[in-house]
Nanobody
């Protein structure tokens, strides 16, 4: 069984910073791409940032230049450093990982965490 657990959410003032972390545990052989998504109240879940195992990153326009995604392959973790936060960044943030459970698992499986709430308000 594989679990993804996010942490680091909370209340922050506009212009402030937060760092989210997500740790994968369980039956893991290797992890491919890892991503952060978010879902604001009344809106659809959207991709925020992605990182490959090799460290190549991609960001969506709303957060480009303000957020930074990173990962530690030895610890099976992915982080999201969020700077210059805006009220419109308020959302539940979810991590997602493509996990291979064994050396003969060619397809892997996508797993999601349960999310961590980020509220940006004064």
């Amino acid at each position: 069984q594989v679990r993804l657990v996010e942490s680091g959410g909370g209340l922050v003032q506009p212009g402030g910073s937060l760092t989210l972390s997500c740790k994968a545990s369980g039956s893991i052989y290797s992890i491919g791409a890892m991503t952060w998504h978010r879902q604001a109240p009344g809106k659809r879940r959207e991709l925020v940032a992605a990182i490959t195992r090799a460290g190549t990153t991609n960001y969506t326009d709303p957060i480009s230049g303000r957020f930074a995604i990173s990962r530690d392959n030895d610890r099976n973790t992915v982080n999201l450093q969020m700077n210059s936060l805006k009220p419109e960044d308020t959302a539940v943030y979810y991590c997602n990982a493509h996990i291979y459970s064994s050396w003969f698992d060619n397809d892997g499986k996508i797993y999601w965490g349960k999310g961590t709430l980020v509220t940006v308000a004064s």
